[in-house]
């Protein structure tokens, strides 16, 4: 299994990204991905997932203004983000875990990870 993260960069607050995560080794249909970001001194926090059968869940920061979907043609999951704030900066990681009917936003679920995305909000 591979998770290539990607769409990263340097973003002025009030702006918006498309992060994508380019999954090998397992289909979307049997695994629930996940976005977790981490910040300079902070633990590693969920953001976001979105089950096998399409369903999606947000941390209470991020509810409104990120947005996961994927695309299971190309076996690959994004992360709209918009209204970006300062406080979003992060590396931004994917990740996956076999779906047993719960999704969960915590990192010790996830079983495999790909390599983050640094997301900067800064004017």
């Known amino acids: 299994v591979q998770l290539q993260a990607s769409g990263g960069g340097l973003v002025q607050p009030d702006g918006s990204l498309r992060l994508s995560c380019a999954a090998s080794g397992l289909s979307l249909d049997d695994y629930t991905i996940g976005w977790f970001r981490q910040a300079p001194g902070k633990e590693r926090e969920g953001v976001s997932c979105?089950?096998?059968?399409?369903?999606?869940y947000y941390a209470d920061s991020v509810k409104g203004r990120f947005t996961i979907s994927r695309d299971t043609a190309k076996n690959t999951v994004y992360l709209r983000t918009s209204s970006l704030k300062p406080e979003d900066t992060a590396i931004y990681y994917c990740?996956?875990?076999?779906?047993?009917?719960?999704?969960?936003?915590?990192?010790?679920?996830?079983?495999?990870w790909g390599q983050g995305t640094l997301v900067t909000v800064s004017s």
């Open positions: 979105i089950s096998s059968n399409g369903r999606t």
């Open positions: 990740a996956a875990v076999y779906d047993y009917g719960m999704s969960s936003l915590k990192a010790s679920e996830y079983g495999y």
